[in-house]
């Protein structure tokens, strides 16, 4: 069976990604593009890297235009996917690749993004790990990911962050409430908005420049939700946990280069880099899109364009008693589109790659 | 008077960039230019962008070929510039790149670099806090370099992290002991190893990728030991300070984002984001090449390629209660060779700004 | 049934782009890799982007590890591969993506080559246009490819020279031996020789230049083969062509930019800007690969890089009375590694697009 | 004496360019800036490289603003500064650096540009070769400027394609009527223009694509006009040159590396390697920002970026019996505002390199 999808906002990077992907996966076959001010043109005016889509006419985002398929791709700024997805059909399977349905507390939302609240859909990041069973065995997010119709695709940046540091929390080798997380971002991470002068290429060009500073980017609470279930607790606890995230705009098209430190408690100086790495391996064992280097390779973001892979790395940094976690992601692929994809894959039963590659294009 | 210069070590990045800056400048003349490999070639070769100089022939890098000059400048891998350094006349004032004669400590040099220790220099960072007087006036190592025969050029990366966070130091504004400093860094800063694959061109365009990684980088002890001395102290109380550095090389070719955090103290935290930022404003008030940004406008590299000037900011992250602080430098000039001009200017007593610039090429 | 493939010449960048999309083939298995300096090494410290293969350890290039697999892919220097080849059993396919089995004429090797002239293999251009038909069909080198055991791969700037310019060879609308050919390419297709420093990193952000001028370049001869065959005619007329080509280095790591533009002929001065289009579309037509833009939209490399795609367009100068072609394609995958497993699946009967990609990763 | 200065279209490149240089150059002082949408904000907000200037608060672009100063810099779209040009007094120095009054023909502005026409201004390129004595002396733009009140910056693409080949006119060593002009350009070149979408920085890196194509860009007939005089004919002439010119945007801030082609003239032929580059050393003797690289050195645009300089190169295609002329500039600089500092020198009586510098920021 070949699942009818409609995608919204296909004209922006991360809904252009997950048509890009899904023009290839041979279980989906996306037959409604939807836009707002590109509505009537025809999508190769948009995405002329994906020919076998070209001719399709985009059409306005309403929830007649995207009723009746299989699956319906939200791509939308904040607050826009939320109102949308009240009118779509409970049979529908609806993954919105914003914010709208991601934070589990109120508080949260009103602090960082404001406006309506909409209700907490199912997380879309398979590996995250939910819990430690009595036995040591990591429990993870895939299992819930099974079947759900209402899927909350996570932010590129936590994506990132989370990968990195969540065997170090889930094992309790730091404190999470001290965390730094500095990443080096490409340019698609930014969006297409045209206000922002800096997205111009000929300022971008040899420069890096920070962004969403201080402790106000949107990623953040996200980030802790996600490390309060990596640790077995709850949204609830987010407050036991803290992270300082600095975003740095560097020369590239995608990528994210996330480098997330924080002390180490005295159980983790105690272990040699192999037993560190060794937890790291372990965490990911058995996730085919999880790449955790061998011991003293460092990631490079190249090595993961155009794939739903991570390249993750852990390192000691013993005069300042801080463990370093390393995560290299394509922000747009696993980062937005490719996780997004392998989450409706297991929604709806099929086997968790297909349509994916682990495969980054180097050089 | 014109004073005559010799370059050793012409054909690397920071000996050119030497060499591209005296080119200009009134007071100097670059006369003699010594290589290893490129002996017997013009120079014109190796820099085709500084004409003015292209005839001149690259000689052997001998005593007796620097001999006879006003100035020699040593841009040289750590040990060559400590053992040529040594059969220089003492009249002769020199002005070493690398970081042979950086450390004061025994101890931090046969732990980072290992081999012979020299002797310490004078260091050439003008505007290094080196203590507060009672009437809370900042001392600086300015006037250190007055006259001075022998000077140790800091590196790049210390510069831009020394010039971020100094101020917090000598306000006792953060905890020393937890400053996390992950900095993105452009290709020129890694020099031209060409045995170091990843320097490839085909394999940096897009690709974000840390080195260095978990306190082994041989920048951390001259960190920690201007850490030390913008503190009042002295280098033998560098332990009380750690520092959690990562630098990761962007697709760039120049230019240093140092994103500097520490825990703030509770009399920190106290203060409004304007008093934050008076207090950078007035560490670098008379600073001519230290620009702290309009409050609330963060740096970009961009915006000081090619210039000896710093970009500044602070920001205090207040829910995860650490203070972040900015530098934008380009790691060649301000980072290197434009520094040690304008050490160099202040040893002979010209104007300090003199054959330099605050202006970066942007975009 | 699943071919076993060995790769000579794994860690270059063709034999990696090949090693890359024979991963995710699922009619290949790549089971044999081997290389020069890395020998004993594994793969995955050279191609980190292919998790799958990482284990694999790098052999030596002897007749004897190549032997015994259905497909052997040389990726070597000019010379090493044609030595090889001729140790390799008549029943391995075998396919050379150097230069040594490329040429028919003895004289042009030896003008540009020298050294042992090898015998032409069958040219792995599916697309290449060799002649036309009375009732005005085009004839196609794909033809020549199926059950092929010997293939030459073309080169990269060739084949984005021929896919621009041989329609208007093939119609007679331009004077062929007037031909201008500029390339903007990119940094991998000038190969990882560390004696050449200009493709250090550092000295390629921000910087075009040209190399290989002046009628030098080894491409040269190749491309007029190909018109005199686009013209229906054989190698022997190629003195009857002509070909300025001036391939410019610029600071991407993938791609080639052809613009290709000769003198109309009086007859193709006559046709409107629409029927010169339709020329293109229909020498084009059922090319899956070969996506010629909607009339006005020019090629951008961005759009074809990690893909087989060659993205075409057609444009009259009417002032200057020229034809103006333009090619887009990525320099390792349709220039390079794509072909050739298009040629090879060609040969053994597979898909012609199995294993392949007409989509880019953009942005 | 210093000359104030006012500049309008301040927050664009050109505009920002010509401040940048202006803000370091002893005789000139800006102290009025002008803008549009940028009205009443400060010039530090759009400059922030030219910490100096950061201050000035940017005035509407009218003639009474402008009015009372030395020198007027327009930097205005096509059509604005010929109308705001006509209200200012004839006293003041103004130099155009937009279109509006560098051709001399009414007909190519019609074909090229249409509505008003508005009269030609002395052509601000001193290089530009006018004429040959009967002595075989150039004549050149140069004197045409001193006391010049009314300049017209060329256009940074002529200025490459001019300088390239100028030579070549001027010794009759081409056919002028089949040049073949392909240019690799920086995105600065294309402007700040947010409605074209594919100036974002994430389109960018990675890309190659061309634009302007099939004889339309408007920096032709000025190209032509500049052959004519080139050769020591007038603008009347222009009918017996022709160009094909074809700008590809290339992933880089800055620069234009210019490829200009045109079939050599039998005597042209006869001329050995050495003999066309002397022709070249010739044609810049005494050009202080004219660099002929040695025979066999080919330009890189890194090279030239921050300066006033001009890298050029001839080789001859013997095979393909073309000459091959190359320039690499900086569009912003030597392309624009570094060239008009150069004239206004010129006019004033100023040493004419004072406040530029013929050395490129590389690598």
């Given at each position: ?8 906002g296909a004209t922006g990077y991360a809904g252009g990604e997950a048509i890009r992907i899904l023009a290839a996966h ?279 364009v155009g794939s739903n892979a991570a390249h993750l790395q852990v390192v000691a940094d013993r005069p300042a008693q ?5 995560a290299a992601i394509d922000n747009l692929n696993r980062g937005t589109a490719g996780q997004a994809v392998q989450a ?20």
């Amino acid at each position: 069976m070949v699942y009818s999808v409609a995608v919204a906002g296909a004209t922006g990077y991360a809904g252009g990604e997950a048509i890009r992907i899904l023009a290839a996966h041979p279980e989906f076959n996306v037959t409604t593009v939807a836009g707002h001010s590109s509505v009537g043109h025809k999508l190769g005016e948009y995405l002329p890297h994906v020919p076998q889509l070209a001719d399709l006419v985009i059409q306005d985002s309403t929830p007649e235009v995207l009723a009746h398929h299989d699956v319906v791709i939200l791509a939308l700024p904040h607050g826009a996917s939320g109102q949308l997805a009240a009118h779509l059909d409970e049979h529908t399977i609806v993954v919105d690749l914003g914010a709208d349905h991601r934070l589990e507390q109120r508080e949260a939302w009103d602090a960082f993004y404001g406006g309506d609240f909409y209700e907490h859909w199912t997380y879309g990041m398979p590996e995250l790990i939910t819990g430690t069973t009595a036995s040591g065995q990591y429990l993870r997010q895939r299992e819930a990911l099974v079947g759900a119709h209402r899927i909350a695709g996570p932010g590129c940046n936590v994506t990132a962050v989370t990968l990195a540091i969540q065997p170090a929390i889930a094992q309790g080798l730091v404190d999470g409430s001290a965390i730094v997380a500095d990443l080096a971002v490409g340019y698609s991470g930014a969006g297409k908005n045209l206000k922002r002068m800096n997205l111009l290429a000929a300022e971008a060009f040899g420069s890096a420049t920070p962004y969403g500073v201080g402790g106000t980017h949107r990623h953040i609470p996200e980030i802790l939700q996600n490390l309060a279930h990596a640790a077995g607790r709850t949204a609830q606890d987010v407050n036991d946990y803290a992270v300082s995230f600095t975003p740095i705009l560097v020369p590239m098209a995608r990528g994210i280069l996330a480098v997330v430190s924080a002390p180490m408690t005295e159980q983790a100086m105690q272990l040699s880099d192999e037993e560190l790495h060794g937890i790291w391996q372990q965490a990911y064992a058995g996730q085919q899109f999880m790449q955790v280097l061998p011991l003293g390779v460092l990631p490079a973001t190249q090595n993961i364009v155009g794939s739903n892979a991570a390249h993750l790395q852990v390192v000691a940094d013993r005069p300042a008693q801080r463990l370093i976690a390393f995560a290299a992601i394509d922000n747009l692929n696993r980062g937005t589109a490719g996780q997004a994809v392998q989450a409706l894959n297991l929604s709806l039963g099929i086997d968790e790659a297909c349509g994916l590659t682990q495969i980054g294009v180097a050089p």
